[in-house]
């Protein structure tokens, strides 16, 4: 029944994200972007800690669960428009992930741990948070940093350092050796800017 319950989740994921209209090329083929995320993010936690359980797994496949439907111009453009813009976000992929899990079986107790990891809840502290994101570091530095630097040609060396630090601090000890072991494909041409950064 468990397993039952896990494969229906996460089919029910995969259809909602399957929805998104914006579209990514990778390995060949063409992809709804959250459905390419979310299978990145599950991928990245069987090479980073492949013994996670089954509700874990769940958060970490509906992290970014229909994202498109809050798009960021829907807030207004300055820092206290795109805070709110991430705060609710977590509410609202919490709440879509946790209503799909429901749907396919599981308890409340099960609902409320994926909703406090998603919902980025007591970071450092919660242990599936922190695995959360430890994963969606891992994800960005391998799969996003590199185009999302190719995306901000304005910014100087001070300013990915500022970047790439705040991402290290949000991961765990696990994390930044995981990062640096050579299991982690780092975008080649930000490698000297990575190991500045993280030199301390």
């Known amino acids: 029944m468990a397993q039952q319950a896990y494969d229906k989740a996460v089919s029910l994921m995969d259809a909602a994200n399957g929805e998104d209209p914006n579209i990514e090329l990778a390995d060949g083929r063409e992809w709804p972007r ?3 995320y979310s299978h990145r993010m599950s991928q ?3 090479r980073f800690q492949s013994a996670a359980d089954e509700v874990v797994k769940l958060a970490i496949r509906g ?3 229909q994202r498109w439907k809050s798009p960021r111009n829907a807030y207004p453009m300055d820092r206290a428009g795109y805070h ?3 705060t609710d976000l977590y509410k609202f992929h919490a709440v879509t992930a946790a209503g799909l899990m429901a749907e396919a079986g599981y308890d409340e ?3 409320e741990r994926v909703r ?3 919902g980025k809840r007591k ?3 919660n242990p599936d948070t922190q695995l959360l994101e430890d994963v969606a570091s891992l994800v960005f ?3 996003y940093m590199l185009a999302f630097a190719e995306k901000h040609p304005e910014y100087d060396e001070a300013k990915w350092i500022n970047i790439i630090q705040k991402t290290w601090k949000k991961m765990s000890s696990d994390a930044h050796a995981f990062a640096l072991s050579g299991d982690l494909r780092l975008p080649e041409s930000l490698v000297p800017l990575i190991q500045k950064s993280v030199a301390d």
């Open 44 to 46: 990245m936690l069987e």
């Open 123 to 125: 970071i450092k502290v």
């Open 63 to 65: 992290q970014h669960i």
């Open 84 to 86: 709110q813009w991430r």
């Open 116 to 118: 406090n990891a998603i």
């Open 109 to 111: 107790q099960a609902l």
């Open 34 to 36: 959250e459905l390419l």
């Open 141 to 143: 530095i391998e799969f």
